[in-house]
T-cell receptor, first 112, second 116 residues
């Protein structure tokens, strides 16, 4: 059953700690994306990658980092430099061209 | 530059009545357009997509949308609302030449409320 798996579903951290969110896809998609969603808000792009070992900053990349060492994996690290990290994080992937995005079920991060 | 405008931030309808969620776009190319639904604490699920084939697109759960190039619109409709349709809906444009990250631009979302 193909899809995108985000883990964990809920994550709690203390302020000042880095935390890594996992995103794995078995759809053989080339492109992968990370979005942030705040309550009542739309989606804001953090980072995206169209090919292994390459990625581009989105609109709100400050305080975040990513890697793309394998086609199926695109982990996101929320660093201590991110001033307001509490949010719902969504990972997505798609084939190249105008194909639609496929989303994971999200990770809700709470930092106190 | 590419843009997507969802004309209503909130829409409230009674169960069993029609649903209309409005989306206007601007794009310099021939875009693909998508509607997604998001239930609370879930990811986005693709409802339907337009990719330059038939202008009337049927999706899942009884939803459909009509691409009108002259009006630059892609409104989402359903003949009869169900309580389970209560969710957030996003209109998305994909246009490789239109700007945005990888040619993708999201609308800000429409919150659909279903009254019993």
């Amino acid at each position: 059953d193909g899809g995108i798996t985000q883990s964990p579903k809920y994550l709690f951290r203390k302020e000042g700690q880095n935390v890594t969110l996992s995103c794995e896809q078995n759809l053989n998609h080339d492109a992968m994306y990370w979005y942030r969603q705040d309550p009542g808000q739309g989606l804001r792009l953090i980072y995206y990658s169209q090919i292994v070992n390459d990625f581009q900053k989105g609109d709100i990349a400050e305080g975040y980092s990513v890697s793309r060492e394998k086609k199926e994996s695109f982990p996101l690290t929320v660093t201590s430099a991110q001033k307001n990290p509490t949010a719902f994080y969504l990972c997505a992937s798609r084939a190249l061209g105008n194909s639609p995005l496929h989303f994971g079920n999200g990770t809700r991060l709470t930092v106190t | 530059a590419q843009s997507v405008t969802q004309l209503d931030s909130h829409v409230s309808v009674s169960e069993g009545t029609p649903v209309l969620l409005r989306c206007n776009y601007s794009s310099s190319y021939s875009p693909s357009l998508f509607w997604y639904v998001q239930h609370p604490n879930k990811g986005l699920q693709l409802l339907l997509k337009y990719t330059s084939a038939a202008t009337l697109v049927k999706g899942i759960n009884g939803f459909e949308a009509e691409f009108k190039k002259s009006e630059t619109s892609f409104h989402l409709t359903k003949p009869s609302a169900h309580m389970s349709d209560a969710a957030e809906y996003f209109c998305v444009v994909s246009d490789p030449s239109g700007g945005g990250a990888d040619g993708l631009t999201f609308g800000k979302g429409t919150h659909l409320i279903i009254q019993p």
